[in-house]
């Protein structure tokens, strides 16, 4: 199934990104696997865990863990023998994985009875959770929290999503129409390096 | 009902103190509303997913979401055209709501069959744990941790509360008690700049 | 039961490290206390969350709370009245408690019906997870993901763990042999300063 494949390649961007950051703080093997596996699985545990949809996902389906293992092992032994990857390789990989998790959190959600307002923001949580967890264990402000447009995408996203769903689509239909959203959005923003103004407190607090 | 107000405008000032904290980061609209959400709702979710309370309280309720989110509307308007606020305003707005986010841990933990003394931990976890969160996500070292007899207040209202319970009183009336008195002690701390004598290590461990 | 005192002995342990780490910030007793919890009851409260057995294990069983109380209470006045401890005591007793939670975060998993490969990570989690949560509060990048051989010994030990129990041995057999693996292996890291080599990025990502 379409949906399902594109999960399992937001799996591995999203551990890519766990990767490529445990081996900036220098980490052992076995550490880069942890926050591989914290970035690509993070966000849909915390969904999990709050509507009660225990055991959580992974924990059912083991492909996930799997595709993370397999990832690590092949990221590891690429990047020993480092090869030139275009700059936009990883933002745009990233942006499809973010997409279609937020369309599976959304999903996942209204099937356990959450009313749309709510199941937007498990779409938002189940695609930017990991990051948060990820860039918390690094000690870096979240990248969610500060980038052009990625809390934002996936939103409107979410909203497409059920909008659509509520205008009476099909499930995939809907699912589709809001992987369209939050990815051509987030590609625009790559693209243009689109932001929202910022809002900030001009007295010292 | 009294509690149930008193738990939205506890939820309405612990999104401000997220929506100032996003402010001094300068994040984009949404990702005020992603740290406000996370400091008002963040205790509570914490509590019902150890309790096993879910789907957590705000997917079955949305009003919280709807005062979060026209908190910061409002909030980021009127912070475009500041005025003055007394000093003392937002820290003892923060007291009331977390005299009240306290009291209804304690309730909560003990209609799910906990015990006094996870009730009253529980009721720590839900004024406390949202406040933790931002911090994480703000890098800092958590404000619960450091301010004066903040987390002690919590305890000690949630003790009230519950010894309260133990001598007869009225579910209703054992609340107010432990509102009373979390309250009064967070209000005494920073009126008079209260704190316990620290514990901290002499040698160089 | 032989397990279940090393689980008492352990959050004993573990507390510890967390009340030392308060100290170093000079946190005031009731904040001791909570870092104590955090780190003590930490990863078993993720493990127990994201496999859906709620309430969590401390909520039903509250003498983990009693021992993590006593021990502040001791720890705050022996440290008053420092005495020279050799230097090894507290990583030794940290490698016995670490060992004995990710034999019994294993086995819980395996009772929740999770693959042997969910189980070893639900050790890895119950043994890893407080000081990871106890980490990020004090704005540290996580020992866990820094230190030689610690998650790897985790795993190892949960490997053996499930392995002994797939070629038959008993239940308790099993736990010991996996513990015996965790031990063992910390004390070698302890020892002779063993790391894995690590993965870093040589290119400036």
């Known amino acids: ?14 551990a890519i990104s766990g990767i490529l950051l445990a081996g900036r703080l220098r980490m052992d093997p076995f550490g880069v696997v942890v926050l ?16 009660g949809a225990t055991p959580v996902f992974w924990i059912t389906d083991t492909n996930y863990l799997w595709v993370i293992f397999a990832t690590c092992l092949l990221a590891m032994l690429a990047i020993q023998n480092p090869r030139k990857m275009p700059w936009y390789f990883l933002p745009v ?15 996942k959600a209204l099937r356990f009875g959450a009313s749309p307002m709510v199941a937007v923001i498990m779409g938002v949580i189940t695609g930017c959770g990991g990051g948060v967890i990820r860039d918390v264990l690094a000690r870096e402000v979240p990248m969610v929290l500060r980038t052009e447009v ?16 509520h ?22 923003a790559i693209r243009w390096h689109l932001s929202l103004p910022t809002f900030s407190l001009r007295s010292s607090q």
């Open 167 to 188: 205008f009476g689509l099909e499930t995939a239909a809907a699912s589709l129409c809001g992987i369209a959203t939050t990815l051509s959005i987030r590609l625009a």
């Open 1 to 14: 199934m379409l949906i399902y494949s594109l999960d399992m390649f937001g799996t591995a961007v999203f």
């Open 150 to 165: 990625y809390a934002t995408a996936c939103i409107l996203g979410g909203i497409v999503h059920t909008v659509g769903l």
């Open 36 to 51: 591989a596996c914290v970035t690509a699985i993070g966000g849909g545990t915390i969904r999990d865990m709050a509507l």
């Open 93 to 107: 990989a990233d942006a499809i994985g973010l997409a279609v998790f937020v369309a599976i959190g959304v999903e």
